[in-house]
């Protein structure tokens, strides 16, 4: 899939390394758990903010990926926009950003996120992902909720990955906090790239890309703000991917796509999870994808548009 190393737990690493240094302003907390793992709050008990989720995002990809926001005055209500790329695109996305490391214990349960499953290659998905890094010292962890992971939790993690406990570092933030709204809207790029695998393209042809989407406001009930960050890059996203390969892979690659190919596209997230009873694996995975999707074939130098900004369902969702 690629050539030579590129170091996602070194690389994230450093970027925990300048979190915890920095942690007063940007709102965080650093701390040891009782077998000596590193925890950083990055919005449940401790404030946060955007800056925070903007490196846990750098985080979540392993540091192949550029974070930035910007505000754009033609967005209405919801001008700050996160903007994502990487021209190691399925590594760092696919290999690290990705929450599709299932932890729980007891009443405790999160996805992980980040260069950690790169080690532990626990999940399906790492049978088509070649790139290793067996030379780690440490490595990271993002979970998308408000409580550290319990010592069993950190247990199997240090266990999966082959490192001590204190080698490991769990960053935190819930979805109702700022930063958690922020890390999850910086995934438009990830979720275009998982359809991209479900849609059984070729990921070795994908060989750069770019997301944005608009960050909403957080909300104090989790199945409002869950509801607002998937609506934000549902009905708001945009991504544009560069691709290898014939102008028909890539035109079919766009118009498969967007989310509105979705059967369930068309209500707010948080709807849509209610009629399903909360059963989130019920919900038809194709919506989990951009508003609008821009595939450029780079061997043919033709580009292929699909999908559309659904600003009603923004108004709706995101109030």
Not at 49 to 64: K, R, S
Not at 137 to 147: A, D, G, M, R
Not at 153 to 168: C, F, I, N, S, Y
Not at 255 to 277: M, V, W
Request: hydrophobic share 40%; with cysteine; proline share 6%.
């Amino acid at each position: 899939m690629m050539n030579g190393k590129a170091h996602l737990n070194r690389s994230a690493q450093r970027i925990v390394d300048q979190i915890v240094a920095d942690g007063e302003r940007l709102g965080v907390t650093h701390s040891r758990g009782t077998l000596g793992e590193h925890l950083i709050d990055a919005g449940a008990e401790s404030p946060g903010g955007v800056e925070v989720g903007l490196l846990m995002t750098e985080i979540c990809m392993g540091g192949l990926g550029t974070v930035s926001v910007a505000l754009d005055r033609h967005s209405g209500k919801w001008p700050l926009t996160v903007t994502v790329h990487s021209s190691q695109p399925v590594l760092a996305c696919l290999g690290s950003q990705y929450a599709g490391w299932r932890l729980s214990h007891e009443k405790y349960f999160a996805m992980g996120s980040g260069p950690a499953r790169l080690l532990a290659r626990v999940e399906p998905l790492f049978e088509e992902i070649a790139y290793t890094e067996t030379d780690a010292s440490t490595s990271v962890l993002v979970l998308e909720t408000h409580k550290p992971p319990p010592p069993a939790v950190v247990e199997k993690v240090a266990v999966a990955t082959g490192l001590a406990p204190d080698a490991l570092t769990f960053i935190y933030a819930p979805t109702q906090s700022l930063a958690g709204s922020v890390q999850i809207i910086g995934r438009s790029l990830e979720v275009a790239l998982h359809k991209a695998h479900s849609l059984h393209f070729p990921l070795e042809d994908i060989v750069d890309g770019a997301g944005c989407a608009p960050v909403p406001a957080p909300h104090p009930d989790f199945l409002q703000a869950m509801g607002r960050t998937n609506d934000a890059i549902i009905y708001g996203g945009l991504v544009q991917l560069f691709v290898r390969g014939s102008a028909a892979a890539a035109r079919e690659l766009a118009e498969q796509l967007p989310s509105n190919r979705s059967r369930d596209y068309g209500q707010p997230f948080a709807e849509i999870f209610k009629t399903f009873n909360g059963d989130f694996y019920a919900i038809d995975p194709h919506l989990f994808s951009p508003a609008e999707v821009i595939v450029t074939a780079i061997e043919t130098g033709e580009t292929f548009r699909a999908g559309e900004w659904n600003r009603q369902m923004l108004e709706q969702s995101l109030g």
